[in-house]
């Protein structure tokens, strides 16, 4: 719980009673004298007092008006990939060789001659009572994101972040199912932080964090390289931190065990060994929002249409969790599968099929790039849109109570968030001229 949040919001309607419910709030999570919990309300209050109204163009926000959760930030649909855009252009013109702007898995530089390719993956919010499986997971995303840009890892690290009243242990348990990644694929786990949410702000169990992880490369697997004419690829997918949820939040425990495998990185592994990487345009991993999203992205990056064969990916998907996906109503191209999608010239389709085929990995080809944009799917011998929803395909009971719907004043909403990434690029171009001009801010 946000306590300095709590207050703020209490002050703002001037909550004659803020104190009193405040000290509650606390008691209802720590088991402390009511005294105390008292003195802690007080001294949030007081905290929270000193802050809602600050001054001066350094500490005032820039705000939007619009939520996260309205806006879809997070949900991996239409209005996160456009948050994302505007991220791109709050950052501006980068001298990277690939940056936020081509919306990739992982940033590029040039370092000695070689690509340097740097990624982060924050572990899935939900798993936040599962430490280990959180570990995992989110090592595992953050080293296939550096794979897909044709770069092999070299070293991972780790950000953990618990709240207040969380166990301590909970920090060695997230760490034991990062190092299990670790292990099993010889990449260490270099360096790291660890705190507290909020510090005595926000008390609570909740657990957050991310992993990260940096690759070389000789050459680069981007997705804006991918051509009209070529073939795509994808492996099979048993889906990670996503699919662990659902199972988890529907009571269907056992398929958690279908997520815990390193086949995506047999996989790269496998294309790197037979010297296959040069021969691929791009690549990229089944996660933001599932095909659809991925889709979306590739199309707009490289300016190209993808088609898509559903029943070639339909036949890639563990078979026990595109059970439990059908059989919950969940659209299994919306979510996360964890699958390597492929992107090379159709001449080397075959060898790339073997190669990954060798390894134990199930692999095939489910469509080809065209010119033009956007992306299809076809359905039975019909083509249909395959353009990604709102939000990603709701994959837990209040995700479904959310809604995939997109808002009917989303248009209103992306005008907000423009003009405030337009104030925060203003706002960096100000402070940025003071700063070199040696004037005091």
Request: hydrophobic share 40%; with cysteine.
């Amino acid at each position: 719980m946000d306590l300095e949040g709590y207050a703020k919001r209490g002050l703002l309607r001037h909550d004659k009673k803020l104190k009193e419910k405040l000290a509650e709030r606390i008691l209802e999570i720590k088991k402390i004298p009511r005294k105390h919990a008292e003195e802690i309300a007080n001294a949030v209050i007081v905290e929270a007092k000193a802050t809602l109204n600050p001054q001066g163009e350094l500490l005032k926000p820039v705000s939007s008006g619009v939520t996260m959760g309205e806006f879809g930030v997070g949900s991996r649909g239409a209005g996160d990939f456009y948050t994302h855009e505007k991220i791109a252009e709050v950052i501006g013109k980068t001298s990277a060789v690939v940056d936020s702007s081509h919306l990739d898995d992982s940033g590029v530089v040039r370092a000695g001659g070689q690509y340097l390719v740097v990624t982060i993956d924050g572990m899935h919010s939900r798993l936040s009572d599962f430490p280990f499986l959180a570990g995992f997971h989110v090592a595992r995303a953050a080293l296939r994101d550096v794979y897909v840009m044709g770069a092999r890892p070299v070293a991972m690290l780790s950000d953990i972040h618990v709240a207040d009243d969380g166990d301590v242990a909970k920090i060695f348990d997230h760490i034991a199912g990062i190092t299990t990644v670790s292990e099993l694929t010889g990449i260490p786990l270099i360096t790291g932080s660890t705190l507290r949410i909020g510090g005595d702000m926000v008390i609570g169990e909740r657990m957050t964090g991310g992993v990260g992880a940096v690759g070389m490369a000789e050459s680069l697997t981007a997705r804006i390289q991918a051509k009209p004419g070529d073939a795509i690829l994808m492996t099979e997918g048993a889906g990670g931190g996503t699919v662990s949820t659902t199972a988890l939040y529907y009571g269907m425990h056992d398929i958690v065990d279908e997520t815990i495998n390193l086949k995506f990185i047999d996989a790269c592994e496998a294309l790197f060994d037979a010297g296959l990487i040069g021969k691929i345009h791009a690549m990229t991993d089944v996660t933001n929002g599932g095909v659809r999203g991925d889709a979306k992205e590739i199309s707009r990056t490289a300016g190209v249409k993808l088609v898509f064969e559903e029943g070639k990916m339909r036949g890639l998907v563990n078979e026990k969790v595109l059970a439990m996906l059908d059989k919950l109503e969940i659209d299994y191209l919306g979510v996360s599968l964890d699958a390597l999608l492929i992107i090379a010239p159709p001449q080397y389709a075959d060898e790339i099929l073997g190669c990954v085929r060798n390894k134990g990995v199930a692999i095939d080809v489910v469509g080809m790039v065209k010119e033009g944009k956007g992306a299809e799917l076809i359905v039975d011998g019909e083509t249909r849109d395959f353009t990604p929803r709102f939000r990603e395909s709701a994959y837990t009971p209040i995700k479904k109570l959310v809604g995939e719907k997109t808002p009917r004043n989303f248009e209103a909403m992306k005008r907000a968030v423009d003009k405030a990434a337009a104030k925060a690029i203003e706002k960096k171009k100000r402070i940025v001229r003071r700063l070199k001009d040696n004037v005091r801010l």
